[in-house]
């Protein structure tokens, strides 16, 4: 959400980072936005760095998850940012509610695209592998092929190849307790 200067960097349920640029140069208009914004029930903390014009706002997500409360957190919003438009606000309760912030449309594609191709490999090899373990022994493979094959040390080398197998493997494969829901 993009308009009248007002942008939402990044929502999760119980925090939002909006940049306001107006910040930067008026310290009287942040300290507007963050009256406004600290007199709202459920809301937790304010704060406001004006050299990264951004506006940090805690909240108990119980509490703004509710229409109405919603509607005293859009309020002083509308009040400082005019041209805000009903429909940005929507999805600005959409992001505060469910903690989803707007993806570009390239990387949802390029996650549909490693989804469905794990898939299909995860389907050719009956369930025996998958890509969180193809892609880092492809990598060890390449690390092992140059330590054998190769006269000159050429970028990378062969232990770039091991430690890059190595840290993705552990990446994609985090400890059971480590996993999230």
């Given at each position: ?128 592998a998958d890509l969180k373990l193809l892609l880092p022994l492809a990598l060890f493979a390449l690390g092992i092929r140059s330590l054998l094959v190769s006269e000159k ?26 996993r999230q829901p």
């Amino acid at each position: 959400m993009d308009n009248e200067g007002l942008t939402v960097v990044h929502a999760i349920p119980g925090r939002i980072r909006l940049k306001v640029p107006q910040v930067r140069d008026s310290p009287l208009f942040a300290n507007q936005i963050e009256q406004r914004l600290a007199t709202i029930p459920g809301i937790q903390k304010v704060t406001i760095n004006p050299l990264t014009s951004s506006v940090l706002v805690l909240y108990d997500t119980a509490v703004v998850a509710s229409p109405e409360s919603f509607q005293a957190f859009a309020e002083p919003l509308s009040a400082l940012f005019p041209g805000v438009a009903v429909k940005d606000l929507e999805t600005l309760q959409a992001m505060l509610t469910n903690g989803t912030s707007a993806v570009p449309p390239l990387a949802t594609g390029v996650r549909a695209f490693f989804a469905s191709l794990n898939a299909q490999v995860n389907t050719t090899t009956a369930g025996a592998a998958d890509l969180k373990l193809l892609l880092p022994l492809a990598l060890f493979a390449l690390g092992i092929r140059s330590l054998l094959v190769s006269e000159k040390r050429i970028s990378p080398t062969w232990y770039d190849f091991l430690w890059f197998a190595l840290g993705t493997y552990f990446m994609l494969n985090p400890k059971p307790e480590e996993r999230q829901p």
